[in-house]
C-alpha cells in the first residue's frame, strides 16, 4: 500500500494573512510542518500542494518536495486532488500546513484505520480530540465533530454540537484535528463533486463527504497541539516550542 502526505499551503489566510511563512523558533511554520511531517517517517512521499511561489521556494530551497497548483481552489482537498489524480498511490494523507506540532502517533492512529479495514468501508479517517473548557467549545474557529457508536462521523460544526440542552447528559465534546486519509477514490470523488448548502454555510471541507454519502471514521487521539489560526496562536506555538 502506497502512502504519500500532502500538505496544502495557501499564501493568503482571512484570519492570519501570510501565517505559513511566519517565524517559529527560527524556521518558518510551512516549513516547520514539513518537517515534522517527513520525520514521522511514515510516508513514501512528502510534498507541499500551493499556490504561492514564495512558499514554493521556502520548501524546495531549504531541500524539500513541492508542487504548484495549476488553478485556484475553494480548499484543501481540491488543491491535493488536483496534484494526485495521475499518481499512483492508495492513502493520500492531509497535513495542514498551520500544524507545525504534527507528530507520529496520531498520523499512525489514522493509517492504522486503514489496515483494519478490509471490506474499504471506510472512505477517509481522521482525528479527534476531547475539549472541556466552553469557551472553546463555543468557538467557531473550532471545529467540533459528533461520531455514531462505531465512530463514524455524523456532523461537523462551528456551533457547540451537540447542542447541552440537558447539561446532566454526559455528553463529550471532541475537537476536529485537520488531518485527513483518503482512498485516493474517495478524494477524487469529492474534487469532481459540486459543493452544497452545508458545506458553504459552514465552511468546512470534510461536510461535502457526508453529504455525499462517503463514511468518514474518526480516531480519537490525545495529542492536541496547536493549530496556527491567528496572531495568538503564533505566540502559544513559540512558547511551547521553547
Not at 488543491?79 to 500546513?97: F, P, S, T, Y
Not at 472553546?136 to 459528533?146: A, E, L, R
Request: charged fraction near 30%.
Amino acid at each position: 500500500m502506497k502512502i504519500i502526505s500532502m500538505i496544502p499551503a495557501r499564501y493568503s489566510a482571512s484570519r492570519f494573512p501570510a501565517k505559513l511563512m511566519q517565524d517559529l523558533a527560527g524556521k518558518t511554520v510551512i516549513l516547520r510542518t514539513y518537517e515534522a511531517t517527513v520525520a514521522t517517517k511514515l510516508f513514501d512521499e512528502v510534498y507541499v500542494v500551493t499556490d504561492s511561489t514564495i512558499i514554493y521556494d521556502e520548501i524546495v530551497t531549504n531541500g524539500g518536495k513541492a508542487i504548484m497548483s495549476k488553478k485556484e481552489h475553494e480548499s484543501g482537498s481540491d488543491r491535493i486532488a488536483e496534484a494526485v489524480e495521475n499518481l499512483d498511490v492508495d492513502i493520500v494523507v492531509n497535513v495542514q500546513g498551520d500544524e507545525p506540532f504534527t507528530e507520529r502517533e496520531s498520523l499512525e492512529k489514522v493509517l492504522n484505520a486503514f489496515k483494519d479495514d478490509h471490506n474499504k468501508q471506510i472512505d477517509l479517517a481522521s482525528l479527534m480530540v476531547e475539549i472541556h473548557d466552553w469557551e472553546d467549545i463555543s468557538n467557531p474557529n473550532t471545529v467540533k465533530v459528533i461520531v455514531d457508536q462505531n465512530n463514524f462521523a455524523l456532523y461537523f460544526s462551528r456551533s457547540p454540537i451537540p447542542y447541552p440542552r440537558d447539561k446532566a447528559a454526559g455528553a463529550r465534546y471532541f475537537k476536529h484535528k485537520g488531518i485527513y486519509a483518503f482512498r485516493k477514490q474517495a478524494l477524487l470523488d469529492f474534487y469532481n463533486l459540486p459543493m452544497q448548502f452545508i458545506e458553504a454555510t459552514e465552511k468546512i471541507e470534510c461536510i461535502r463527504y457526508l453529504e455525499y454519502g462517503k463514511r468518514i471514521k474518526m480516531v480519537e487521539t490525545h495529542v492536541e497541539g496547536v493549530e496556527i489560526d491567528t496572531p495568538e496562536d503564533l505566540e502559544r506555538a513559540k512558547r511551547l516550542w521553547k
